[in-house]
Nanobody, 132 residues
Framework: VQLVESGGGLVQPGGSLRLSCVSS????????TGWFRQAPGKEREGIAC?????????YIDSVKGRFTVSRDNANNTIQFLEMNDLKPEDTAQYYC?????????????????????????WGKGTPVTVSA
């Protein structure tokens, strides 16, 4: 029972990567999901979150317009993070995570992304390095 990320790697500034996150042993029904990152010496931060019920998304300002989070709702075990125009400051370990909620519960995506320590399930992360 775990989340598994893949797709990280080394890329030049301006390049693109697509991260995937697969849940193994459980599905993501009634789970808000998101992507978080932690750079060396810095605190973990939520960068993109997505609702399971209506597809709403939230991004922090530093990635808005460059990153896109999505879920495969036909196969409710996968989410993606498309990252374009990557910058050296995007270098970090990237994690996917899920937070369960009750059916019909009102969810604030900005709050979910901000409170990374409230997430219920985590992957082990995949490294992204942006360097020339």
């Amino acid at each position: 029972v775990q989340l598994v990320e893949s797709g990280g790697g080394l890329v030049q500034p301006g390049g693109s990567l697509r991260l995937s996150c697969v849940s193994s042993g459980f599905n993501l029904d009634y789970a808000t999901t998101g992507w978080f990152r932690q750079a060396p010496g810095k605190e973990r931060e939520g960068i993109a979150c997505i609702s399971d019920s209506d597809g709403r998304t939230y991004y922090i300002d530093s990635v808005k317009g460059r990153f896109t989070v999505s879920r495969d709702n036909a196969n409710n075990t996968i989410q993606f993070l498309e990252m374009n125009d990557l910058k050296p400051e995007d270098t970090a370990q990237y994690y996917c995570a899920a937070r369960y909620h009750y059916p019909g519960e009102a969810i604030s995506l900005s709050r979910v992304c901000a409170r990374w320590d409230d997430m219920d399930r985590w992957g082990k992360g995949t490294p992204v390095t942006v360097s020339a």
